[in-house]
């Protein structure tokens, strides 16, 4: 094992002799080490090993996200309250907005099931935006990241996985055909916006590049 | 474009560091958190495969009520239905609607048990290594990661109808048992993949890599 001094890398540790530390970076998933270089807008960085994508800066990719965030902000708000399916069936009708569907489970005495459907349809992916936001609005603008700022965006990178607006939309299309031959299924306004949505957060994700925002917070006050 | 590295890869481990699995930045090992983003640091983490294991055995466990039990109960005029996951499938199946059947069998059946099948695989090779090579194995893995969410479509498509098919007398959706330990067995599942550390895939054969040349 190689001799290390806590700030550089000694000679002899091959293309990396002499780096320092803060100029490495190591693939998250297969720890192999790099000389991190930024690479083109639109290019990506990508592990030799395991080709786990390590930097992709994008263009204006902060003032985006910040943009993307907030349509996101306003369309989720929207469709909490728009009715977001109708049925009718035999004279009778019914309408569900977001919130209905996230709390159905409550009249069958299934709480938990119905506090895990609302979190991972509306509180979590809501949340993550706020985060988002909390943690890029100063960056882009040129200030000092919040205080809070790395934790904040820690929580958004942990919280990614169970944020699953777009499997509920896919759970839409099911359910229509589900019920196909019980009743006439309708979509409200909160569909369409929640589709916009779904849409919305895979370009955003698209945009947001983790080194890079690390690296813009590491002027952040501690 | 690839990060440009010749001969054998170094790791942050064997060039005396530790990563930040976090944020991706370097300490001297034995740092114990990220002066970057606050993490907490671990060269490897050691006790993964135990909480592997736990989480995988508590998901396989939720999952057999999951099948037994009745995901879907639906009241109409004339009928009192209550229908498991597979049973629903086939039902949807046979009004002609193969497309979405598949879907519901894919996300409820074919993906669980892969992801039982491969979790136990990643983990039983890190410890024991594989002639597969690392980076197929990486590849699953990542596979499993990503598509592991998806079954989460028919948790919710119970939580669509319920909320939506209250229709008095005529038509009422409400969901069963199954919904609650499907959901469960989903979420152990994930959180298992998730503690599984995926540089464990790659130290067997690094090292074997290494030794001829030292
Ligand atoms: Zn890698
Ligand atoms: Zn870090």
Redesign the pocket.
Known sequence: MNQIDSTRLQQGSGPLAGARLEDLIACPSCDALYLARMPAMGERAVCADCHEVLIAPRAKAGIRILMLTLAMLILVTAALFFPFLSISAAGLGNRASLLDVALSFQSSHMVALALMTAAMIVIVPLLRMLLIFYTLLPVVFDRQPFSQARRAFRWSNALKPWAMAEIFALGCAVALVKVADLAQIGFGPAFWMFSILVLIAILNDSYLCSWSV?KSLEKAPR | MEIARKGPSLTARAAGLVA??????VWPAGTPR??????H?QSRDTASLQKVWAWWLAGVMAYIPANLYPMLVTDTLVEHHASTIVGGAVEIAHHGSYGIAAIILIASVLIPMGKFIAIAYLALSARHGSRVRPGRRHHLYEVVEFIGRWSMIDVFVVAILSALVQLSSVAQITPGPAALTFAASVIFTMLSAQSFDSRLIWDRDRADERRPST
């Open positions: 690390w | 930040c699995r976090t944020c991706a930045r990220c002066g970057r983003c606050g993490a640091l």
